[in-house]
């Protein structure tokens, strides 16, 4: 059996920064509301017409075939981790495919949102265990801002959320004790509705049937009316406090388990790179963890919450900070809509 390692990576993020200030043009909020209770002072938003989640996932990609000193023409496979892509089908996976000249190669797209770069990566780590590929492309990327409510009504939900993409080259090692040691990934749809997007989706009718604009008729012709976006009925409803309540409980367990699966300790980390969901839930998993501030990476106060893309947004700006070095151990870990959560334990 092989084992994995992150040969290389790369990120991408807009060039349109919107800071916390910018965002009162658009809703009643303030600077201080937004960083009080996320951490969160700026994000960035994709060029609405010339970039997609694909194409920013093309230009992270790029730089992370690059680094594991390959080429696209060599990648054996593509995962693509998003909740933003496109279009509702065909996936991403098969646009960068398309994009970046690949060969006829598989292509998969994981819908696990703010985990979905966990499971992505848990994923390429079977797939070069049992040596099925060699050189996998994993990519988590987002463009929300197309659909978010920037109205007063919508402000809970859309200041946190921003846009970017993150990209790894999955490859074997031969180093002994190197590489990914671990993957655990959990789910619990108890709590599904709490943070959800139910459009475009078969069962939009149940939530939408009651709204006043509901286009009542007898067979299909469930689209999206003016009026349906503007009562904010095609948004994301986020239960913000069953959230937080949620997260901050299976981050923890999820970091432990993976730990334990290892005989290692938490002061045994030297880099915890937790999914960028919100400054507050990052500093009570810290603490809940006894971990000190340089055990952990956070640059949400950037970014905002990428989804898909923020973990390995993340992994690499660390990286790139040299705040990850050669056999360091480093922590990955997730919670998102589903519930879904994971971790990866990586000896780099
Ligand atoms: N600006 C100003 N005021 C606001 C804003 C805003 N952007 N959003 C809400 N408010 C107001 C509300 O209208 C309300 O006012 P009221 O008391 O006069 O009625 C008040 O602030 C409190 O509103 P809540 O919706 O209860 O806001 P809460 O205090 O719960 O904070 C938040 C919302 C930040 C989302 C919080 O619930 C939280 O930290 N949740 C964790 C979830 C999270 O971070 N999710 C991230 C994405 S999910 C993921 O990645 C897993």
């Known amino acids: ?9 790369g990120y991408y993020v807009p060039k349109n920064v919107y800071t916390n200030n910018d965002l009162t043009r658009f809703m009643d909020t303030s600077d201080e509301w937004i960083q009080e209770r996320t951490g969160i002072k700026e994000r960035r938003y994709a060029d609405r017409l010339e970039e997609t989640t694909t194409t920013m996932a093309v230009e992270a990609a790029k730089i992370a075939i690059e680094r594991a000193k390959t080429t696209a023409q060599e990648i054996d496979f593509i995962i693509f981790a998003t909740l933003s892509p496109d279009y509702y089908f065909p996936g991403c996976g098969v646009l960068l495919q398309r994009e970046m000249g690949m060969k006829e190669i598989g292509a998969l797209d994981i819908r696990n ?3 979905g770069f966990v499971y992505a990566l848990s994923i390429a780590d079977q797939f070069i265990k049992t040596g099925m590929y ?3 492309l994993v990519v988590g990327s987002e463009k929300q801002s197309f659909a978010m409510d920037y109205s007063t009504r919508g402000r809970s939900v859309s200041v946190i959320f921003g846009d970017g993409a993150g990209a790894v080259v999955v490859q074997p090692t031969t180093e002994e004790g190197k590489g990914i040691l671990s993957t655990h990934l959990h789910a619990d749809g108890a709590d599904a509705e709490k943070l959800a997007l139910y459009y ?5 009718g149940k939530w939408l049937e009651n709204k006043p604009n509901w286009p009542d008729k007898e067979l299909g012709d469930i689209f999206m009316t003016p009026e349906m976006l503007e009562d904010g009925s095609v948004t994301a409803h986020m239960d913000g406090q069953a959230v937080f309540k949620k997260a901050v409980v299976k981050f923890p367990e999820v970091i432990a388990e993976a730990l334990q699966k290892n005989n290692l300790q938490t002061g045994d980390i030297d880099m915890l790179i937790p999914h960028q969901a919100n400054l507050r839930i990052s500093q009570y998993v810290q603490k809940t963890l006894g971990l000190s501030d340089d055990q952990v990476f956070n640059n949400i106060q950037k970014y905002g919450n990428t989804t898909a893309a923020s973990v390995p947004i993340a992994l690499c700006e660390a990286w790139e ?3 990850i070095k050669d056999g360091d151990l480093v922590c990955l870990a997730a919670f998102g809509a589903g519930f879904t959560w994971g971790s990866a334990l990586i000896r780099w």
């Open 1 to 9: 059996m092989f084992q994995s390692k992150i040969a290389g990576m």
């Open 113 to 115: 949102q703010c985990s």
């Open 134 to 136: 060699k050189n996998i």
């Open 200 to 204: 475009p989706g078969a069962s939009a």
């Open 321 to 323: 900070q040299g705040k």
